[in-house]
């Protein structure tokens, strides 16, 4: 809950710091920063940079919730700093708490080596692979797969889901929320044409079948999405993988193929649109 | 630590099935005595229900109600789409296994420590 | 994915056979002895139903610890082990506490 104007003038922001060259561990730091409506949590960590200490080292960039640098973890939660006012998150001394993304190795103060989350993130294959030759007509799909697909579409990658999983603190061969999210979107998508082989690779003990449901994913994502739901998804599609890309392969023949061998609009459910 | 409803489930998952673990390989090793004969069976089945065994025993049965209502709860969330009410689900678990512990838990005490 | 499915399926089996376990073996609570329980457990049909009872609570604990171990990134890479040491203990324990069950044979 954003509070209006505090009598507090100033704010408390406790970064936890961490210099590999001169730290034997990290530490908390504390700054005052002008405790004014309207500052976000990154517009207080510049402030410091700018002002304080040159030196408070930090990922950003385009400071509006899309480019996914700035995932961190303020009072126990990942959110974005960019888009979060810093007076919501003040207690009642004024004080906010920054810290790196839980999990991860930090690299230098705020910034943590996501290297096993790139690295899960290919494993998934998060490109489409289309059918060879390219169909006349168009692929359609029911209202209900595009607001599937889409509400996975919006993931930004920025690490927030991934790091706040207990599964990958645990073992981090777990392949993550994120790269399951996107396999979910390259599974379901009419297009692709190696759904088996994908829920082959996300349906083992470091995919889909090591989720332990704890839902740190949904509640982190600052997209509101729910990876959560997309493995419990891919969970029910791996057991019946088979029957899952036979029905991939009979339904982008039955596009390739003759005009009245498409299903009827009515069937389908969708606008019959005559290429 | 990333503290939320789904890490204390995950938590008390764990431990009260490593908790279940341990309870059968001793559950196993008093009922296997009967293998050696019915007097060395009730003597083992007797130093088991003692006072303090029997509040143990209330310990057990909260971990084994505990543990199969968080399993409900996750059969429920795989089978249906309900992501958006994991905490409602938490809570009733909890509540669910507290009823039945007390209902369950009563009568081992009152048996216990009356006769 | 298999262990997956032996957890939901042992699962779901046991919230059956645990329900009949505690009302029937444990409610009321009194004294158990072997002569209250010999009445029971001399039936074939009671014996057949611990057994199957036997079966998957192995199944599920075994299973359980299985998972509990593997999820731990440095035990993984030792989960063929891990794997064919637990399915030894399965048949070990669903052997030995078969013939316990059967051992319930009232005094001649």
């Not at chain 1, 690295?119 to 490109?127: A, H």
């Not at chain 2, 971990?63 to 795989?78: K, S």
Request: proline residues 6%.
């Amino acid at each position: 809950m954003a509070s209006p104007v505090r009598s507090k003038s100033m704010a408390t922001v406790r970064v936890k710091r961490f210099n590999p060259d001169s730290d034997a561990k990290p530490y908390m730091q504390e700054f005052q920063v002008p405790n004014l409506q309207g500052t976000t949590l990154l517009d207080a960590l510049h402030r410091i940079k700018h002002e304080q200490d040159g030196s408070l080292t930090f990922r950003r960039s385009c400071r509006h919730a899309i480019c996914g640098s700035c995932a961190m973890n303020v009072n126990g939660r990942n959110i974005l700093v960019c888009k979060t006012p810093l007076q919501g998150q003040l207690d009642r001394k004024g004080v906010v708490t920054i810290k790196p993304l839980p999990y991860l190795p930090i690299i230098k103060d705020l910034v943590v080596d996501r290297s096993t989350f790139w690295n899960e993130y290919l494993r998934v294959k998060p490109w489409l692979v289309p059918p060879a030759t390219s169909p006349e007509r168009e692929f359609r799909m029911s209202p209900e797969e595009v607001a599937a697909l889409h509400n996975a579409e919006t993931c930004i990658m920025c690490g927030a889901c991934y790091s706040a999983c207990q599964v990958v603190a645990l073992n981090k061969k777990y392949i993550g929320p994120h790269a399951l999210l996107k396999s979910f979107l390259r599974v379901l998508d009419p297009r692709d044409t190696i759904p088996g082989e994908r829920l082959a690779e996300v349906g083992t003990d470091e995919g889909v079948f090591r989720c332990h449901t704890i839902f740190n994913c949904i509640d982190a994502c600052p997209k509101n999405l729910n990876p959560t739901q997309a493995i419990e998804t891919l969970r029910r599609l791996a057991q019946k993988r088979t029957a899952f890309e036979a029905a991939r392969v009979e339904r982008q023949r039955t596009i390739a193929g003759p005009l009245a061998a498409e299903p009827t609009p009515a069937a389908e459910g969708g606008v019959r649109h005559v290429p | 630590m990333y503290r939320s409803t789904g890490f204390v489930s995950f938590v008390l998952r764990r431990l009260t099935g490593i908790a279940l673990v341990l309870y059968l390989i001793a559950h196993i090793w008093v009922i296997g005595s009967v293998n050696g004969g019915t007097e060395l069976f009730n003597s083992r089945l007797a130093a088991v229900q003692t006072p303090i065994f029997k509040l143990a025993e209330v310990a057990l049965l909260a971990a084994v109600v505990y543990h199969a209502f968080d399993g409900v709860r996750l059969l429920i969330v795989h089978y249906f789409d309900v992501t958006e009410y994991r905490k409602s689900l938490f809570y009733a678990a909890f509540v669910v296994s507290a009823i039945l512990t007390i209902a369950g838990g009563l009568p081992i005490l009152l048996f216990a420590f009356q006769g | 994915m298999r262990v997956f499915q032996i957890q939901r399926i042992s699962a779901i089996a046991l919230l059956v056979f645990l329900t009949i376990h505690m009302t029937v073996v444990h409610y009321p609570p009194f004294h158990i002895d072997f002569g209250r329980i010999i009445d029971r457990m001399g039936q074939p049909l009671w014996k057949a139903i611990d057994i199957a009872f036997l079966f998957f609570v192995l199944l599920h604990a075994i299973s359980g610890s299985y998972a509990v171990l593997i999820d731990l990134g440095g035990v993984a890479r030792m989960k063929r082990t891990l794997a064919a040491s637990a399915i030894l203990l399965a048949i070990v324990g669903f052997v030995y506490g078969t013939l316990t069950i059967l051992a319930f044979q009232p005094p001649v």
